[in-house]
């Protein structure tokens, strides 16, 4: 009942904050954030979980209840974890608490709706990496668009409504384009499944030789998969954000207040790449494989693309943020090698994306904080008057130059040899080069905007004097930057049981994998 104590004791901790004095919100919203932080950490320390929870694996503090019949399918509660979804829960919990700090400085307006909102978004996040029915999946992946919704249009920036509007209309279409791609291949199954039960589904599809009779409709069973695959590789796409569909990102993290762009960034993209390993790379391998060329252009141009957009920027809160879509380009390339070193670097790579991106904004929210710019051009020498800061900037970019006993390092590499060494990918061996090429780029923009805001003769256009920031603006980015250099020097902390969850997917009977990386 773990589980379910986290999803209620969050949520019941954001019903009070909301309905707290702004004077205590931000305290109180802290203390609250400290239950499901202190529960993911023994969920941690106690899992035992073994394989794939979508492939029959033995799952981790599982529970399956029926809840509704809608005939001829039924709903049940079902959650539980493995080792693919209890890293992203770890990570929900530790950003949530993190950013509830650094909401401290600049949210002084509406505190407790703000932080009410922010917990309420930690249960719906908390849900989707739980959650093992598809409806009751659903119901919390559509959640997750309301909190932040209001975060960015309330909030925000000057544009906070056009990018509040253009975030939701873009995802929550997306979603609908998803859910009639799922549901038709749910419908299509006929009597072989009678739940939306995701692993129940799984297995169905699992089956060696199924028979095209079991699909009903206009189309025969292989053209089902295919439109079912697209309709939700495009919905789970436009969350990630993959190239083309990524126009949403940047005005919505622009306009979005710090913490929920650290929220964004960090948790909510996570939640495309997930669906993405969980719907169509597991449920649909074959599909996958045959369309691995396509997949692995979007990803090398989600690399290069995002990477030579963030270079063309002055603003630094729109350079993370398509720093962001490049890195996501890095989980698509390798979830498609459908290697070991692939798919569990890409999970392991959503997590350390999610660390140095929340990272990244954070300092950045510390800098606008005081200069009350983020434009490039407009400041020089900040590391005179913001030394710590500064030095914790230089770290974070490192790590997302892939610097070497840092996360980012242990992602990349991981994802690299794992595409290098596919044989389900044509043409692997050129598609992880042009990835990597995209490491250059990365190098390029951050080298740079680091060079003209922190460095050279001290200049502010603004009018404000800049000193040291507040220590509880501070203590986050610390508490980030060890988690980063712990999970590089030591990656099996996560990586193994990444890699428990993610070899059965060679096993299945859907799909002949050769030895890869």
């Known amino acids: 009942m773990i589980i379910e104590a986290l999803l209620a004791l969050t949520l019941i901790g954001s019903f009070v904050v909301f309905l707290a004095p702004d004077e205590y919100a931000g305290r109180l919203a802290f203390l609250a954030s400290l239950v499901p932080l202190a529960g993911s950490g023994w969920m941690y320390s106690q899992f035992d979980g073994a394989g794939n929870a979508l492939l029959g694996g033995s799952l981790a503090f599982e529970e399956d209840v029926a809840w509704a019949v809608l005939e001829p399918y039924s709903i049940h509660w079902h ?10 829960i770890v990570l929900t919990t530790v950003l ?19 932080y009410g909102l922010v917990l309420f978004m930690e249960t719906a996040l908390l849900g ?3 959650a093992l029915d598809f409806i009751v ?6 959640a997750v668009l309301v909190p932040m919704y209001f975060l960015i249009g309330v909030w925000g920036g000057p544009r906070r409504k056009y990018a509040a ?18 549901v038709a291949l749910v419908f299509g199954l006929g009597d072989a499944v009678s739940s939306f039960d995701l692993p129940a589904i799984a297995q169905a599809l ?7 009779d079991a699909y009903a409709g206009v189309v025969g069973p292989e053209t089902l998969k295919l439109l079912s695959f697209l309709a939700m590789f495009v919905g789970f796409a436009v ?7 990524h126009t949403w990102l940047p005005d919505a993290h622009v306009e979005a207040p710090t913490p929920a762009s650290v929220l964004l960034a960090g948790v909510l993209l996570k939640m495309g790449t997930y669906a993405l390993l969980r719907f169509n790379f597991t449920m649909l391998p074959d599909v996958a494989v045959d369309l691995a060329v396509p997949i692995a252009i979007v990803a090398v141009l989600s690399v290069i693309y995002g990477a030579f957009l963030a270079l063309a920027q002055q603003d630094l809160k729109r350079i993370v943020a398509y720093s962001s879509i490049s890195s996501m380009g890095y989980v698509i390339l390798g979830l498609v090698a459908f290697t070991t070193y692939g798919m569990g670097g890409a999970t392991f790579q959503m997590v350390s994306h999610g660390l140095i991106s929340g990272l990244m904004f954070m300092v950045v929210g510390v800098i606008y904080n005081e200069t009350h710019t983020r434009m490039v051009g407009d400041m020089s020498g900040v590391a005179d008057r913001m030394p710590v800061t500064a030095g914790v ?8 130059m892939g610097l070497p006993l840092m996360s980012g390092f242990a992602a990349e590499f991981f994802v690299f040899v794992g595409s290098f060494g596919s044989e389900t990918l044509p043409a692997a061996k050129l598609f992880t080069a042009l990835a990597m090429f995209g490491i250059v780029v990365v190098a390029g923009y951050l080298l740079f905007a680091m060079q003209r805001t922190l460095f050279g003769p001290y200049d502010l256009e603004t009018d404000y004097e800049i000193g040291r920031a507040p220590m509880q603006d501070v203590l986050p980015l610390f508490a980030l930057l060890a988690l980063i250099v712990v999970l590089g020097v030591a990656p099996e902390a996560f990586f193994g049981m990444i890699r428990d969850s993610i070899q059965p997917l060679f096993d299945s009977t859907t799909l002949a994998l050769g030895g890869g990386a």
């Open 239 to 245: 969350k990630v954000p993959a190239v083309p569909v």
């Open 165 to 182: 509007i253009k975030f939701f209309v873009y995802t929550n279409v997306a979603s609908l384009v998803m859910f009639i791609g799922f």
């Open 96 to 114: 949530t608490t993190l950013a509830i700090v650094s909401a401290w400085t600049p949210i002084d307006e509406r505190q407790s709706q703000f």
């Open 79 to 88: 959650v539980g974890v493995d080792g693919i979804s209890l890293p992203l």
């Open 137 to 142: 999946w659903f119901v919390f992946w559509e």
């Open 128 to 130: 989707v990496f739980t």
């Open 393 to 400: 900037f230089v770290a974070g970019a490192f790590g997302y």
């Open 206 to 212: 699992a089956v060696d030789g199924a028979e095209p």
